[in-house]
């Protein structure tokens, strides 16, 4: 379970975030919408407090993420995180990786001298199973393909045995194929294992095919929310202001829409 | 007329007052220049004259005294250990502190400035002057060449390692925070595997470099084969002095050969 409630956050003068309250149950696929600066990875952010946030509250799990170090660290073993870049990391092993997600919950010093549980191990294979990547387990990761690297960093999140994931647009950088087969992962992962997935994603054909609710966000505040099937022309113009003036401009004839980058918005 | 067919391109063009701006620093550039050259006393004519002298040197290190070669091997083995373990001592003694001088790691400011500076005084300071500070704390031997080079090499290694890791990638130490690993467990999964091949391509690099500084520490009494090198000069032995100096292009040639194939190997994985 993640709420947030009434979170603000200012760059300088810029405002990221200005009041932005929700909520996402256990098991469900949350999917957060909204042109590029528009607060989305700010919001993901502030939710692990990799970003502080100037003001409002956030809870995950029943317990508040808060400054003291310690119980920050405690609250983060709870939240998974997925990054647009996977951030994987480079020469080690791909089971590493994923290891990497059960570091906090092991003893100190034998982590560092690389010795794991049994147990951790197992669960790590375990989550590269579910990828469908156990085979890979022992290969380095940077020789992976990105797709691949990136179900290996749903992976690193599921070995955290998480409540909640944050997944900061996860197939931005993914064919639409490959796009398909993280965005799976993630809504098994939400379904299955009764995970609260919040997602960001900017291509709104994914978000119908994929989410249980749909957020809009749109100058750091929230502009819609609905089921996905809610997501009528009126409010995507809600959530993309300006997107109007393009639509008339013609569609080359033949070419399939992939979301909102491309002059496709007669795909709506 | 047909239309020059070259362009020299330096950048965008100039106008007349980037020229002058131009002008003004060559000219300042070569009047310093010119000024120093005679504080230094360049002197082609010196050189020239001195050339016939240099020849007679030359000359009278011929023969090399290779019987000599048997009694100076174990001079160069000492060169050759004191240059491992003052790259040893060197890295044992940066290490611990590199975190702490990484702007992206280190606790607090203080702590930062603090450690670069300490890299930066002792780097400052060549290694000779750091032997001749040894040979008077340890006594004249190969101890005080190892201290020298393991001080000065610290300064060097040091700044190297805390450059990189600044410079590693910062998404994987991100992803390992927010999964709520310690800082330590950061820096071993996240950082370590980043900066591992350049640091060890350093200590090569400075294995090399200090095998060339330790062919020297021998003239301040520190050790190895230089103080072979300088007494045989002293006593006008030139034959000796030959084999000295072929002994070490010898050593330093292969050390360098080696290690940048090893270097090569490590960058690669």
Known sequence: MIEVRDLAKRYGAITALDGVSLRVAPGEMLVVLGPSGAGKSTLLRCINRLVAPDAGEVRVAGRTVGSDARRLRDVRRAIGMIFQNHNLVPRLSVVKNVLTGRLASMPLVPSLLQVFPRADLDLALECLD???????????????????????????????????????????????????????????????????????????HFAREFADRVIGISAGRVVFEGTPAALSPDALAQVYPGMEDESDAPSPPGQESDGVGGNGAPAW | MTPPRLAFILGRPWGRRTALNWLVVVIAVGGVLGWTAGNVELSLGELVRGAGWMGEFLGRMLPPHWGYLGALLPKAGETLQIALWGTLLALVLALPLTFLGARNFSPNPVLYHGVRQIFNAVRGINELVFALLFTAAVG???????????????????????????????????????????????????????????????????????????????????????????????????????????LILAMVMATDALASRLRAKVLES
């Open chain 1, 130 to 204: 579910r990828v469908g990547l156990r085979a890979r387990a022992w290969e380095r990761s940077d020789r992976l393909s990105g797709g691949q690297q990136q179900r290996v960093g749903v992976a690193r999140a599921l070995a955290q045995r998480p409540q909640a994931i944050l997944a900061d647009e996860p197939v931005a950088s993914l064919d639409p194929k490959t796009a398909r087969l993280v965005l799976s992962d993630l809504r098994r992962a939400a379904h299955e294992l009764g995970i609260a997935v919040l997602c960001n994603l900017h291509q709104v």
């Open chain 2, 140 to 246: 004249l031997g190969p101890f005080a060449g190892v201290l020298a080079l393991a001080i000065h090499g610290a300064g060097m290694l040091g700044k190297f390692f805390c450059d990189a890791i600044e410079e590693v990638d910062p998404g994987p130490v991100e992803a390992l925070r927010a999964t709520g690993a310690r800082p330590l467990q950061i820096a071993a999964f996240a950082v370590l595997p980043q900066v591992w091949p350049s640091w060890i391509s350093a200590g090569l690099y400075r294995f090399e470099t200090n095998l060339r500084s330790a062919t020297v520490l021998g003239m301040v009494g520190a050790g190895g084969i230089g103080f072979e090198l300088v007494a045989s000069m002293k006593l006008f032995q030139y034959e000796d002095t030959a084999i000295c100096v072929l």
